[in-house]
């Protein structure tokens, strides 16, 4: 088959390898019918997850159809249409038995952690992709759900509404500002809106994604390379900052922007995927009871997001901003490498 092959830092391939084959019985093979990039990828490209081991096929999202299932698998079967989770629970585990499946003890990958399609075990940008914990992993595509609406659900909704929205601890009348609106930042603002908050605030550098953001559901946008942007927040506020600050880039910069908006006993929530230490200025963060939180999704509200979008509660289809062959994919790469320029949101590769 073919698939996308990390070979060192910033340097990838289409090529030919292996087709997957059953390694466990819970184990199934599934055919990709559509797949996307993430942020994260563009972060392993760049060398900032070095977990990623050179050979390794990337990609964490997508949906397709069970082609093969394993002797243990009894509720999935063979033509059944699945969204893939990008983060694996083997469901037994005391971790996943809380709900945490981002830290799923069992041994596929890598004990402890549950990411682990196109990090510690081949991932779904490749025609064909073995999926551990099968039926603990996967989610049935209902009738009305697209599969590109499904590939959205694999990993940014869940991840903004969990680590950014519930981590946030976002409430009514709250004000809230993302940080970064990239894919993960707009599922932040579009799952926001479940919580009533009284505004929600867009920042970033591209005047482009700060626009879009209004479609998402935020109230205000502010584009971060005005001198001013920082008074521009604080002015959207009762003059001490936001309640709850949400970072969805993943540099330093960015986590600092948040420290400098959030109000005293606010909320700081970290989505982004950091590369390098952050300064955390605690002689002065330690009088202002404020709680940071972090995380890997988990992926456990994948199922409630998916009847939002099943229910057009959650408009998927406004993350979708261009749409390749599984064959283009490295043009989808550049494509969205080159966001600004391209005004790409999430690119869509269909098989």
């Not at 159809?65 to 079967?77: D, N």
């Not at 063979?78 to 069992?106: P, T």
């Not at 707009?186 to 879009?212: C, F, H, K, M, W």
């Not at 006993?265 to 972090?294: C, E, F, R, T, Y």
């Amino acid at each position: 088959m073919k698939a996308l092959v990390y070979q060192g830092p910033g340097l990838k391939e289409w090529k030919e390898v292996p087709e997957p084959t059953i390694i466990t019985a819970t184990d199934v093979i599934v055919k990709i019918d559509t797949t996307t990039i993430c942020g994260t990828d563009l972060h392993i490209l760049k060398g900032d997850v070095p977990a990623v081991e050179v050979g390794r096929i990337l990609g964490h999202e997508g949906v397709g159809t069970i082609t093969e299932v394993g002797s243990a698998v009894s509720s999935l079967k063979v033509g059944d249409q699945v969204i893939i989770s990008c983060v694996s629970a083997c469901g037994h585990c005391d971790f996943c038995k809380k709900g945490v499946y981002s830290h799923c003890l069992a041994d596929e990958g890598a004990s402890g952690i549950g990411w682990i399609f196109g990090h510690l075990i081949d991932g779904t940008q490749a025609e064909f992709v073995r999926v551990p914990f099968a039926e603990t992993s996967l989610y049935l595509l209902p009738p009305g759900v697209t599969p590109q609406q499904g590939t959205v659900l694999s990993d940014i909704l869940p991840t903004g509404h969990e680590i950014g929205i519930q981590y946030g601890h976002v409430k009514a009348g709250d004000v809230v500002a993302v940080v970064g609106v990239g894919p993960v930042g707009l599922a932040a603002i579009a799952t926001a809106g479940l919580y009533g908050p009284s505004r929600v605030i867009a920042i970033d550098l591209d005047a482009n994604r700060v626009e879009q953001a209004r479609k998402f559901g935020a109230t205000d946008t502010i584009v971060s390379s005005d001198a001013d942007w920082k008074e521009q927040v604080i002015a959207l506020t009762d003059g001490l900052g936001v309640d709850v600050a949400i970072e969805a880039v993943g540099i330093p910069q960015t986590f600092a922007m948040c420290l400098d908006i959030v109000r005293p006993a606010g909320h700081v929530a970290n989505m982004g995927v950091h590369g390098k230490s952050v300064d955390l200025p605690l002689q002065d963060l330690w009088i202002s009871n404020i709680n940071i939180s972090m995380g890997l999704v988990n992926t456990n509200t994948l199922g409630i997001l998916l009847k939002l979008v099943a229910q057009k509660k959650i408009v998927a289809e406004n993350f979708i901003s261009h749409t390749f062959a599984l064959e283009d994919i490295l043009e989808a790469y550049d494509v969205f490498g080159r966001a600004a320029e391209t005004k790409a949101l999430k690119v869509i590769i269909n098989a």
